[in-house]
């Protein structure tokens, strides 16, 4: 039997966890399907998704639309974009926790970008470090997608009244684009979208190449040393670090004059948890060759967990698509809601 005292606690432990589910900060991210995933996505972005998703009411989007930007074929979308739900999936974000969905399953992302376009400078567009970097010299040819890219992720953003969003350092420059849009939209039309915060780590958002660390871990790169893809085997992530390259002399130290030993550093101490300090020391006058190997043990052992995840969940993939249905609808949902809103704010439809 319920007593009157106990109807009273069950009230208001419903309305605690109302309360603090309203004042959870909302987080958005998004991660394109294409190719190969890599420790970079992973340190920089994926594994804090997981890391932090109790705290947070969390949207986390498979930004296919965004893939489109660069050629590519149905089956090669399919794909990837399956397998990047089962990534995310085996590295631990809960569905029970995490809205998970694919961008083009909500519609509101595409007729958002139109909407933000009018309050975005083609000058803007043509100076995101990102355009030049993939435009090259070829900006001429380059699909149009390429320049409206960043319109299409302020969209995805600011479509759920994000707080914050969790990325590495890459994905700045586009976060405050979204700050200066959402901005420009309030002033023009009233106060109607909220404005969201870079989440950006101290430490690995911007992991770098094994084989120039001067540049980003980029899943573009076509050297496939470059980098050490989550499905990799423990034969490859041993030779991969194995051959990675290192700076002149022999101390295992982080250093400026040192990039390549501070990113396989930083590579260590984030997969074990321990301080560089304390790594440092381990390998004081030990050489870069046990310490590359005991590295290679420790990312072998890290990414066992999620492959043995993911190739079960390759068995299964209605459990993907499942999950993915499950997300379009209740992201749908809330892009439904915020529309109303948008296209209220700007005069469009008179009923
Ligand atoms: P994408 O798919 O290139 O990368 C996904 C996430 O991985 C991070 N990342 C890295 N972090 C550390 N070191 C690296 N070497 C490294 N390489 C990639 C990226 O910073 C990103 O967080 N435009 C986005 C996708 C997007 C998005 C959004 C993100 C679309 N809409 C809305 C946030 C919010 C992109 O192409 O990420």
């Known amino acids: 039997m319920v007593t009157g005292q106990e109807t009273g606690d069950v009230a208001l432990l419903d309305e605690s ?95 958002l970008c139109w909407l933000l376009s009018s309050v975005t400078q083609f000058g803007e567009l043509r100076r995101m470090t990102q355009f030049k970097d993939k435009a090259g010299s070829k900006d001429e040819q380059v699909s149009a997608a390429l320049l409206f890219y960043p319109v299409l992720q302020a969209a995805d953003i600011l479509l759920y009244d994000t707080n914050l969003v969790p990325v590495g350092e890459d994905q700045k420059q586009h976060i405050e684009l979204t700050r ?76 400026p004059d040192k990039p390549a030993l501070t990113n396989l550093l930083t590579i260590y101490s984030l997969l074990s948890e321990e301080p560089i300090s304390i790594i440092e020391a381990r390998y004081a006058g030990k050489g870069y060759g046990a310490f590359k190997s005991d590295l290679a043990d420790v990312v072998v052992s890290s990414l066992s967990s999620i492959q043995a995840r993911l190739a079960e969940l390759n068995q299964h993939p209605e459990i993907a698509r499942s999950v993915l249905v499950d997300g379009a609808e209740r992201a749908r949902a809330r892009a439904v809601a915020k529309m109303i809103q948008v296209r209220d704010s700007m005069g469009l439809g008179l009923y």
Request: hydrophobic residues 40%.
């Open 17 to 111: 966890i109302k309360r603090s589910s309203n004042t959870r900060q909302r987080v958005f991210s998004g991660i394109q399907p294409s190719g190969n995933f890599h420790l970079g996505n992973y340190l920089g972005a994926i594994r804090n998704w997981v890391d932090q998703q109790a705290a947070f009411d969390n949207i986390f989007c498979i930004v296919n639309l965004h893939a489109l930007s660069q050629a590519t074929t149905r089956e090669t979308l399919r794909d990837n974009t399956l397998n990047l739900a089962n990534v995310l999936l085996a590295a631990g974000l809960d569905p029970s926790q995490s809205i998970i969905f694919v961008q083009s399953d909500v519609r509101e992302h595409a007729e």
């Open 180 to 255: 200066d849009i959402a901005a420009r939209f309030n002033m023009r039309y009233g106060e109607t979208f909220v404005l969201p915060q870079p989440d950006i780590k101290a430490t690995g958002a911007r992991v770098m190449s094994l084989e120039d660390p001067t540049k980003k871990m980029s899943k573009s790169d076509a050297n496939p040393n470059a980098s050490i893809a989550l499905t990799d085997d423990p034969d490859t992530i041993r030779r991969k670090i194995r051959r990675a390259v290192t700076d002149s002399g022999s101390d295992v130290v982080a250093a």
